[in-house]
Nanobody
Framework: QVALVESGGGLVQAGGSLRLSCVAS????????MGWFRQAPGKSRELLAT????????NYADSVKGRFTISRDYFKNSMYLQMNSLKPEDTAVYSC????????????WGQGTQVTVSS
């Protein structure tokens, strides 16, 4: 089991920035990849970015490429999402997740943190 706790959400004006954090605990040695997701009201969950745990290879969805940056601190069991140039359409609940193998689904999820971007 891997437990995840997000923090850093809040209310920000359009054009502003926020930095989300996700701290992992438990069997962190089993982590293969971590990712950030979001879900807006009435919409399906969207994968935003992933980072491989050991090497730190990153991937981004087109919707956030160039504005969001995913990173991880292996020794702090933490992952981050730096969000810049925020838009009202970025308003959603943001969650971090973990999978323990490359091809599998994300298995462990945090509780989510609300991000609200005002216009």
């Amino acid at each position: 089991q891997v437990a995840l706790v997000e923090s850093g959400g809040g209310l920000v004006q359009a054009g502003g920035s926020l930095r989300l954090s996700c701290v992992a605990s438990g069997r962190t040695g089993s982590i293969n990849t971590m990712g950030w997701f979001r879900q807006a009201p009435g919409k399906s969950r969207e994968l935003l970015a992933t980072v491989t745990w050991i090497i730190g290879v990153t991937n981004y969805a087109d919707s956030v490429k160039g504005r969001f940056t995913i990173s991880r601190d292996y020794f702090k069991n933490s992952m981050y999402l730096q969000m810049n140039s925020l838009k009202p359409e970025d308003t959603a609940v943001y969650s971090c997740a973990v999978k323990t193998n490359t091809l599998g689904a994300f298995q462990f999820w945090g509780q989510g943190t609300q991000v609200t971007v005002s216009s």
